[in-house]
Every structure is written in structure tokens, then in C-alpha cells.
């Protein structure tokens, strides 16, 4: 099939090997312009060095960007706030990353005068649907170019022989210094694919993990910590005053000391296949716990089951790629009206892994009464025999069915 005519390419660029020879091909496959594009949204390397790597390549128009604060008050905190969970394990970190950088692919390809776009995503993951659903929703007429479904460097030996060919700068780096694992690491959480997790039998190794440490070798003292809330999003952590992004850098600070967030899954991605994958989430571990513990204080019973039902679904669109959909935006503005009432402190207790709730308060929104619900003499606040009738009329089906049954 001939290919399209491509004037300009903005590429999601790493500077690593993929996106590196990623580049290179874009310019000699499709004769056009490249613009880079480099986000930092806490992966917890330099981006900076992405910039000599691109002005090597005779990029002339890069873009290196902080967008870790827009990142967690505008993807993660509203997704925590639906308490979102994918197949019971999955806190998404991955899944929330992917709307914003296609976001700024397309915002800096109508900057710059770019028909297209590209990133490094294979063709048999998730990340490629994420990538180009969410940019196409907000920039119907954009191209995309996605080599992996393209070219025939289906190998990292193939990758090594292509740069090695064409001048492409890649780091070499010794035996035992660099990870087998596939990984991609952002501000909420790092992600191990890859080598011998193929076989999901095999108990990953203890050198794997990188942000947290083994439950055994925590601290054999508890730590409590003290989080504020308001309209269902993290304000502080022990009274002082925080923004979203500097509120999960140190969640994952003091989690990853305790060894919370570590998780190992087998997925069902959305282009059909099983996938076994390792994560480490320890300030998500800690954000989910603590919101359920506010809206269990906060929430109505029915708003609460509500989101409650409504979560799987919610949880599922943002890991299909559907962030700027109509049906995520309704149900988000659901849950935020939610929020409205979720106000209020939450005291945890952090263990060798463990996320354990000590105490939560509302001064303005707690539906709690404790007049109510004491198992003391109440004075007369609940009159304990209303619930003949409610029990009755609750049974009355059960009981018609039961006299249908004996007869």
C-alpha cells in the first residue's frame, strides 16, 4: 500500500535506542521534517540529554517539557477520585500517562505546522490504541505514523544493526548494567514487561524492583501519616500545604520505604491478548486506600454504591485509550459533583506493605452520627422497632416465593 504524503512528523522522542533509530527512519523512509517531542512526566530520568540527541540528529524545532504537575491535577487526581482499579489489581499508571502526551503531540503539531505524528508503541500493545484513539479524538484530521507497524526491525539486535548502519548515536552500556525488563516509568508508577515474566510461573527477582523495597527488609516500625482532603483530592500530607505532583512524589517516597505498591498481574489487554506485567504504585496504593476511607465518612450510601458500579466501566475506558471521550467526560462530571463533600483528614498506619486505615474525620461533611450509631442508650435518636415493618416489607417477595415453594 503506498504511503501517505507526510510534510512534517511530530515524534514522541525519548532519546532512547526505539525512538532513536525511530528518527532516522522517519527522515530517510518519508523525506520530512521531524520535530521532537520530550516529556517529563517523572519517569525519574534527565530529558534534558534528549536535546543533544536530537540537535545530533538535525532536529531544529525540540520540545522538552516539565509536565508533572499537569499530569497528576489533571489526569491522576481525577481518576483517583472514581477510586479506578482495572480487573481489581491495575492502578492504570500507564494507561492515565498516554491522553496527555498524545495531547501535546497533537498541540505541538498545530504549533508547528505538522500533518502527523509518531511514537514508538508496538503494534501488539495497548499503548498504540491509547496513543492514537486520544489524539485523534481531539484532532480528527491528524496522521499518524506508527513504525512498528511498518518496518521490519522486529528485534533489538535488528534496532542495533539499523543505528550501527545509519550513524544512529546509541549508549552501549556493560553486561549486568542494563535491565532485560520493558519499562516505562512515570510519576505514578513503573511497569516491568518483558524477559522472564514471559512465563507467568516465574517469581520475579528480587533485583527487579526499583522503587520500593521488599516488605521483609522495611522498617519494623509502623508510620502514620496524616492526609488532608478537599473535594476529593489530596491538599497535604501532615498539615502542610502541597501541589498534586509534589503530593504523589512523596507518597512514593514514604510508601516505597514500606515496601507498599507492588503488584504482579496478568492483564487482559484490549487488542485481545493476556499479558503478564509487574508494577510498582506505592503513592497510588496509598491515594486509593485513603479515598475510600474519606468517602466511606462523606458519601451517601447510594452516591457511594453508584461509583462504586460505575468504576469498572470508568476504570476500563482509560485503559482502552477513551480519556476524551463523551462517556468518560459524563461520567467524570458525575463523580467530581460527587467530590463536592469529600473534605476531610485521614490517618494511615504504613507496615511492611501494608496500607491500614487508624482514623478519618469531617468536621463540615461527615454523615457519620454517633448518636445514632452507638450501641449505648441513643436517648431516643433511632427507634429501634421501626425495623419490624422495614424487615417485613423487605421480605414480603421472599415470603410470597416461600409460600409458592411449600405449596
Request: charged fraction near 30%.
Amino acid at each position: 500500500m503506498a504511503r501517505e504524503s507526510v510534510n512534517k512528523v511530530v515524534l514522541a522522542y525519548s532519546g532512547g535506542l526505539d525512538t532513536s533509530v525511530i528518527l532516522t527512519w522517519l527522515q530517510e523512509e518519508y523525506d520530512c521534517e521531524v520535530v521532537t517531542f520530550t516529556a517529563d512526566i517523572g519517569q525519574g530520568e534527565e530529558v534534558e540529554p534528549a536535546r543533544a540527541k536530537a540537535e545530533a540528529a538535525g532536529i531544529k524545532e525540540i520540545y522538552i517539557e516539565d509536565l508533572r504537575e499537569e499530569f497528576v491535577r489533571d489526569f491522576v487526581y481525577p481518576m483517583f477520585r472514581a477510586n479506578a482499579i482495572y480487573e481489581g489489581e491495575y492502578l492504570l499508571g500507564t494507561s492515565i500517562a498516554r491522553p496527555l502526551i498524545a495531547k501535546r503531540l497533537v498541540e505541538i503539531a498545530s504549533e508547528t505546522g505538522a500533518d502527523t505524528i509518531s511514537h514508538g508503541a508496538t503494534g501488539k500493545g495497548n499503548d498504540q490504541v491509547r496513543f492514537e484513539i486520544n489524539a485523534l479524538a481531539l484532532r480528527p484530521d491528524i496522521k499518524i505514523i506508527a513504525p512498528w507497524r511498518e518496518w521490519v526491525l522486529l528485534s533489538r539486535e535488528k534496532l542495533m544493526a539499523y543505528a550501527a548502519e545509519h550513524g544512529v548515536p546509541v549508549e552501549q552500556k556493560r553486561d549486568g548494567t542494563k535491565s532485560p525488563y520493558s519499562m516505562d516509568a512515570n510519576l505514578l508508577h513503573i511497569s516491568y514487561e518483558g524477559y522472564d515474566l514471559e512465563d507467568p510461573w516465574v517469581e520475579p527477582g528480587s533485583g527487579m524492583w526499583r522503587w520500593t523495597r521488599d516488605p521483609v527488609d522495611a522498617p519494623n516500625t509502623p508510620q502514620e501519616i496524616e492526609l488532608t482532603y478537599r473535594a476529593g483530592d489530596i491538599t497535604a500530607i501532615d498539615g502542610k500545604p502541597m501541589s498534586p505532583a509534589e503530593v504523589l512524589a512523596e507518597l512514593n517516597r514514604i510508601g516505597g520505604e514500606h515496601g507498599i505498591g507492588r503488584a504482579d498481574i496478568v492483564e487482559n489487554r484490549y487488542v485481545g491478548m493476556k499479558s503478564r506485567g509487574c508494577y510498582e504504585t506505592p503513592g497510588g496504593t496509598i491515594m486509593l486506600k485513603a479515598h475510600r476511607a474519606m468517602e466511606s465518612l462523606t458519601l451517601d450510601r447510594e452516591a457511594a454504591h453508584l461509583k462504586d458500579e460505575l468504576m469498572p466501566r470508568y476504570a476500563t475506558l482509560i485503559y482502552n485509550g477513551y480519556w476524551f471521550s463523551p462517556e468518560r467526560m459524563m461520567l467524570q462530571a458525575a463523580i467530581d459533583e460527587s467530590q463536592r463533600v469529600v473534605n476531610g483528614q485521614v490517618r494511615l498506619k504504613l507496615y511492611k506493605g501494608n496500607v491500614l486505615v487508624v482514623g478519618r474525620q469531617s468536621d463540615s461533611d461527615s454523615l457519620f452520627d454517633e448518636s445514632i450509631a452507638t450501641f449505648e442508650d441513643d436517648a431516643g435518636a433511632y427507634d429501634q422497632s421501626d425495623a419490624t415493618g422495614f424487615i417485613k416489607l423487605n421480605a414480603l417477595r421472599l415470603r410470597v416465593a416461600g409460600r409458592r415453594r411449600g405449596r
